[in-house]
Each structure stands twice: as C-alpha cells, then as structure tokens.
Nanobody, 126 residues
Framework: VQLQASGGGLVQSGGSLRLSCVVS????????IGWFRQAPGKEREGVAY????????WYADSVKGRATISRDNAKNTVTLQIDSVKPEDSAVYYC????????????????????WGQGTLVTVSS
C-alpha cells in the first residue's frame, strides 16, 4: 500500500488546515489510519487515528476539540482537519497505515504502522 499526504502550506493562526491522505495499492477499508506530525528537533507524535470503518477515533490532547479525522473508503481518502490552529501546530504531517484486525493497537505509537506517506509541511504564522 502507498500513501500520499497533501494539503500543507502556510496557515494563519486561528485559521484551519485540511490535510488529505490518499491510499493506493489496496482498498482503504483494510487499514487503520493514523496522522502524525514532527516539528524540528522534536519526536514524531501521534495526532489522530481512525479505525478501518471510521467508527473509532482518537485524538492527541494537543488537538482534541480542534481536530476531526474522517475517511471516505470509497474514495480511498482520509482527511484531517484542525481548526483554530496555533503556531505549535507547525510541523511536517504524515499519514500512516496499519492493517485492520481484531486486535487493538496503540494509535499514537509510530511502530504500530507499517506504511507511511511522504509528509506535508504545515507552517502556522502567528
């Protein structure tokens, strides 16, 4: 499976960002999707997660209440929207895929995911 993230750019503080992750090579329904971000000098951190059917989601405390992850399995696309963005939301954002299954995964652990997109840079101006 391949993933391609897009939608990054320059966003004003207080505005919204909307990132897309397109999955190819296999149907999206077979994958749980996580969004991660990495700021310069910091470790990669989990931001949001969606189960394969979209019924289960998870958000990091840093974006909870501001972020929404959604997916359209028919279009093989997962979207992350973050509202009321802050300068600390600036980072390279990555989407990642983990095979669906009966077992639970740690949504915010990068090691749970076996396929990654190339990342898209988001810069929030103050």
């Amino acid at each position: 499976v391949q993933l391609q993230a897009s939608g990054g750019g320059l966003v004003q503080s207080g505005g919204s960002l909307r990132l897309s992750c397109v999955v190819s090579g296999n149907d999206l329904i077979y994958y749980r999707i996580g969004w991660f971000r990495q700021a310069p000098g910091k470790e990669r951190e989990g931001v949001a997660y969606s189960s394969s059917n979209g019924r289960s989601t998870w958000y990091a405390d840093s974006v909870k209440g501001r972020a929404t992850i959604s997916r359209d399995n028919a279009k093989n696309t997962v979207t992350l929207q973050i509202d009321s963005v802050k300068p600390e939301d600036s980072a390279v954002y990555y989407c990642a895929a983990a095979r669906t299954g009966e077992y639970a995964i740690i949504a915010y652990d990068p090691q749970e995911y076996h396929a990654w997109g190339q990342g898209t840079l988001v810069t929030v101006s103050s």
